[in-house]
């Protein structure tokens, strides 16, 4: 098998040459990822999250079997063959890499916030450090990495905790407190992220907040990483369902759609709860006409069916769904006053439905008397790469929180040094200056104190620095688990 990319040509080309700019004698350098400021008027906070999945896949495993482990010659020579011929062979210096593989282990440190911390723009998540006095130049060049790994969880946790946000607030209107709110909504945006790894890892921040994913791969890569077992946890959850090839073959061969459906509901799923595509060709038909025809084995059906509309207007489509499968099939009213279909039927919309589509739903539901628990709603790729505010699309980029790493702090011979970036049109972009603190105050918000030095700002017993040792010189020294991470974002709510 060919071997993966040397980790240390996961870089931009200018981290290659940094080394030799860097002030001489210098013995370490700080720097810190933190969200400068929001692109988005909805969020002023951003969730931790992915920080543990990066350094056990990244410094972990990687770094072990594709650099350490790997014979010494090789390491070097691919290296120098990838930037002689790019970068050209006076450009850079190979010693740092050879002194590097030589010392067998990656010699940084990293302090960061508890993951399921909810982040106040400026505030900084995590800090990176050099432990040996000869690499200084490494965090800096592990920002590149760090940077295009971190981002896109943290984004994917957040959108998951506003559609949470959402349903706990009409949740709590309209339902009885008894009905899951981890299960309101999934996630559809699979095979509409950029990547599979793109996907699991949205996924991963989709499920501190919700159980619902159809991404399976999500699962194994947070037993991996966030110490949980779905065999004896909920991790996540997914849910039998038709789809339009499945709806539209049977078709073709038994020239209704009412066959298959029968069948669904006496032969293959007597015992389950499914949904089912209904809009194949005409959903209303099937809602006003077909479904009628099979009360009596939908009555029977030990589990629900989901009325799964997948076209036209979304919040017309699954709140009108509602009202007419309480005309057909009735329901009860719950201890706030709302009604509740029968629990043999439901609606579900699997996709399309953005943060305000979300929000217009619930509102329909709850000003016609229904609780919103009776609809099933499904997240999508769309809003999970952008949100619609202004009647304008906003991407979701790494720079919808502009989250960077910036350097803050030096020692030359063991002074220490302060330094930052300040422009003088720069803005947002002003960084923080020498060694920081993470503290609450009183009312529980969060905030940072800066212009400390690394002693300082790591004596924890004094300052009670929120940042605090996750990784070292190789090693995970804290693991956090899945569970730690929910009740920490949801407040032991999950």
Known sequence: MKSKTNPMLLIDFYKAVHAEMLPKNITKSVSYFTPRMSRVKRWDKVVMFGLQGFIKTYLIDYFNEEFFDKPFKEIIYEYKRIMDASLGEDAYKIDKIESLHKLGYLPIEIVALPEGTIVPMHVPMFGITNTHKDFAWLPQSL?????????HPMLAATVGMTYRDIVNHYYDLTCDDYIPRSKAIGAFDFRGEECLESAVKAGAGWC??????????????LENNYFCDCTKEPVAYGSPSTEHSVMCSNYAVDGDEITLLRRLLTEIYPNTSFSAVLDSYDYWNVIDNILPQLKTEIMNHNGCMLMRGDSGDCVEVVTKTVFKLWEEFGGTVNSKGYKVLDPHVKAIYGDSITVQRCEEIYKILMENGFACSNVALGVGSFSFQCIEEDEELKPFTRDTFSS???????EIDGKPTPIFKNPKDGGFKKSQKGCCRVYTRCDGSIYYEDELTWKQATDYEKRGNMLIPVFKDGELLKEQSLKEVRDRLHGGEF
């Open 404 to 410: 960077c790493i910036k350097a803050t702090y030096c």
């Open 143 to 151: 920002e590149s990495l760090i940077s295009a790994e971190m981002w």
């Open 208 to 221: 501190l907040s919700f159980l619902n994913t159809a991404t399976v791969p999500t699962i194994p890569y």
